[in-house]
């Protein structure tokens, strides 16, 4: 088995590229000619891991990708998510698209799946949830919820702490 100067045969070092493509050890293991097992085993390796993150390093640093501008978009998109959007019904009457009304007001709609993508990617970086779904980190509890300016800071911090 030939290594490469980081140590790594060619199938790992093929398995560390597709895994970057869709984060997926098993189908990163798939494309790479290897077991659909051998994924999960390879990411316990410190030269796979170190590897991995080299390449996303790169690709970031390649793209201008930084974790301040994904949060940022990521924040972008959430906003958007939430803007209310009047609801509009045809009236065949009148020959005319009209608000919708529900119980005499105005109804609106907002893009609650996007919304809460977002968010699941927000507190994923910040480490809110383990993969036994317990928060890790005591951010938010259920006695206290946080006002927007206090997430504001809170976001703020947890950027400047990774970088």
């Not at 060619?10 to 293991?29: G, H, M, P, S, V």
Request: hydrophobic share 35%.
């Amino acid at each position: 088995m030939l290594l490469d100067s980081k140590g790594l045969s060619d199938k790992q070092e093929r398995f560390c590229i597709e895994y970057i493509l869709d984060f997926n050890a098993t189908a990163a293991a798939k494309r790479s000619g290897l077991h659909p097992d051998t994924g999960s085993k390879l990411l316990k390796m410190p030269q796979i891991r170190d590897r991995i993150e080299q390449l996303t390093i790169d690709i970031s640093i390649e793209n201008s990708i930084t974790k301040t501008y994904v949060l940022h978009r990521l924040t972008e998109v959430l906003e958007k998510c939430l803007q209310r959007e009047p609801v509009y019904e045809w009236n065949l009457e009148k020959h005319c698209r009209e608000r919708a009304k529900e119980n005499g007001k105005d109804v609106y709609k907002f893009d609650s799946q996007g919304a809460n993508k977002a968010l699941e990617l927000m507190g994923r970086y910040l480490g809110m949830f383990g993969r036994d779904n317990f928060q890790k980190a005591n951010i938010l509890s259920t006695k206290n919820e946080l006002t927007d300016e206090q997430f504001s800071k809170l976001l703020n911090a947890a950027l400047r702490e990774k970088e």
